[in-house]
């Protein structure tokens, strides 16, 4: 009984560590099933996108298609016009011999189309441009007065050399996105990432070395994006000041409306941001004070300085689709960048600092000067004025937009016309410019301003 009782106890303990080890088995058979899944899972996870790297994007197959089908429309009119014109001339060659081959397709921009007369016309205007711009340094003396400053530029040199000085409010998203694209960034991480574009490129193009930059350039394709100096200043007011609502930009624009602005006694700030012609006032005062000014309103001469740095082109944002594709296509980055497609509506107007109304600058400008006068619009013209002359804008245009006098000319003006006796003359009031005297609707002349030494 006794001996039988042992055993029965001793099977039950046997029973139980076999069920133990049993349990554990299965138990690591599972975590090893488990981790094989994960891995073949990674595997083809991994091959997968070495294949879709490996294989143009559905974008790029549908830009190809369409390029081939205008390549083939082309070829058959030219077909037929060589078949009109053999059917006409006897002893003609054959058709197909007398059809040249198909231009490349743009896919920068549907509008313009690669050519060789529109590729000459826009290198003899570049040209023009940079001619110019030479003429104007030389007549100022403006290579001593500002020496390269490799501040804001961006060096590529895995890509032919290409240097690019980003000036802010004058289409530099675009390229900032290009630049990104060259640095290695995937384009889905950048239509879907947060990070600001500036800030990602900055990583991967830390700001040259002043003799780093100069050694470069003569080899480099070097160039930069202007704008009409009024409508980027505009530009960036409307953007980082009015309405006071960029976070950024809060404080001053406070900082403008207590400076400039009157309230009634006692009574609250106003919570809206400061007025265009308040801002105006800010730039004359900072500009008088030798401050430096912020990237977005620095004109062009002081921070990208091209006098002092040789530019290979000198791009406009008026003919930005041309002028960018005429960089590409000198870079040999057709394969890069040409047909990339655009980022969503919300992006672009993201990294573009556009405006909510989607409505441009250019379009506002008369809407907004119209709250300048015309000894404002001198005062401002001397910081900018350089701008003008570099890069030939017209600033004759803004004095019919300004009030032809200020409110205190206007008050003197109107007391003396009450005053005057019945039966005088009375003139047109004018405005002393330069040293000399401008009717209301007299423009000023382009040797009436000194260059501002300040």
Known sequence: MLIRLRYGRRLQTYLKIGACVLVGLCYFAFLFRESLNAYEHRERATAAELEAESEPSKQQLK????????????????????????????????PMAAVPPPPPASTLNPVYEYSEELHSRTERELQRRSEHLAAVCDRYNLQEKYPPNPWEFFVSPGHNNLVWCNVFKAASSTW??????LAGYDVRFLQRTETQPLELARKRYPRPELGELMELLPSALSFLF?????ERILSAYRNKLEGNKNTFYKALGTKIVHRYRKRNLGGPWPRCGPTFEEFVRFLIAEQAAGKRFDEHWAPVYSFCTPCSVNFTIIGKTETFQRDSEFIIRQAGLESLLLGLGQ???????????????????????????????????DQLLKIYRIDFELFDYDYRKYYDMVHPWSLE???????????????????????ALGGQSHPRSQHVGSNQFAIDES
């Open 226 to 230: 202007v704008r009409d100096p009024f």
């Open 343 to 377: 980022l969503p509506q919300r992006k672009q107007r993201k990294i573009g600092n556009q405006a909510r109304s989607g409505v441009k600058s250019e379009a506002l400008v008369e809407r907004y000067f119209a709250d300048l006068d015309r000894s404002t619009l």
């Open 63 to 94: 830009l190809k298609r369409q390029q081939l089908a205008r390549q083939r429309i082309l070829a058959k009119k030219e077909q037929e016009k060589a078949t009109t014109g053999g059917n006409a001339s006897a002893g003609s060659s054959s």
């Open 176 to 181: 900032m996105y290009y630049f990104n694209i």
């Open 409 to 431: 000319q206007s008050t003197s003006a109107t007391g003396a016309l009450a005053s005057a006796p019945a039966g005088s003359t009375s003139t047109t009031p004018s405005i």
